[in-house]
């Protein structure tokens, strides 16, 4: 079993140490989305899509699963973190 992440960084910190010194707006208009956009990804107040991973892998040289995965294990980190019912496993098909 793999090991997971407790307090995984949330995909903007990440982002925001890639671009460290860069111009915000300037790798928004490079990547083709909104100033403001790139911006909430770097504030934490928005995730990395699908769509954004593959944008940023093409402007950074990374791998778009790079992004995606650290945009999957924060969001568990954050689901774990919260209060579930009790949920019974299903019983098997007829």
Do not use: C, Y
């Amino acid at each position: 079993m793999a090991t997971e992440m407790h307090n995984p960084s949330h995909p903007g910190d990440v982002l925001r140490e890639f671009l460290e010194g860069r111009n915000i707006g300037e790798v928004a208009a490079h990547i083709g989305v909104s100033r403001v956009m790139l911006s909430k990804i770097l504030n934490r107040r928005a995730g990395v899509s699908a769509e954004m991973s593959l944008r940023l892998s093409a402007a950074l040289g990374t791998s778009p699963s790079l992004w995606f995965d650290i945009q999957k294990n924060w969001e568990f980190a954050q689901a774990r973190r919260k209060k579930l019912p009790k949920i019974a496993r299903l019983a098997a098909a007829a």
